[in-house]
């Protein structure tokens, strides 16, 4: 996540700031849409709850926040923002779908006692901590790209 924030050679917090808003939007909205329009699930032996509505809706939320990133950061243009809400959104809910695996093998509900309710911290940064090295990945190719 560092290498991130250093993608530009210069500590940009803004390219953090904005990955983890990515996340933020895409999980929330993910549970907003699949609570409320979910119907088909998406990999029900490993996470029950989650839908591919809930998915769709991340991924459109995330997409659509991009615009605002890449308006108000001023650090890369729309196009790659919306690329890396795709990336967020698509590696985020794999990052998801393996804690919860990992969770149903350990045969516990929560991952830890911090966050009670929650799931513990692991469930807040599992997204991010696997979309990381994708997002860090994509920043490294637009630099030799552009």
């Known amino acids: 996540m560092l ?3 250093n993608y530009l050679n210069s500590f940009t917090p803004f ?4 990955s983890f808003i990515l996340v933020w939007v895409n999980d929330s909205f993910a549970y907003l849409v699949g609570k409320n ?6 990999f029900p032996s490993v996470s029950p709850k989650k839908t591919v509505e809930g ?5 459109f939320f995330a997409c659509v926040s991009s615009y605002f990133i ?3 950061t001023g650090t890369l243009g729309f196009t790659s923002w919306l690329i890396l809400a795709i990336i967020v959104s698509v590696f985020g809910t794999l990052g998801d779908l393996i804690e919860s695996k990992f969770k149903r093998q350990a045969e516990v509900k929560d991952s830890g006692v911090i966050m009670p309710g ?5 469930d807040r940064l599992d997204s991010i901590i696997f979309a990381a090295p994708f997002i860090y990945l994509f920043l490294r190719i637009l630099s030799y790209v552009s």
Not at 15 to 18: E, F, H, N, Q, S
Not at 55 to 59: A, M, T
């Open 70 to 72: 890449a308006t108000y």
């Open 55 to 59: 998915f769709l809706g991340g991924l």
């Open 15 to 18: 390219l953090l700031l904005g």
């Open 118 to 122: 929650h799931g513990g911290l692991l």
């Open 37 to 42: 329009f979910g119907r088909q699930k998406l």
């Open 3 to 5: 290498l991130i924030a």
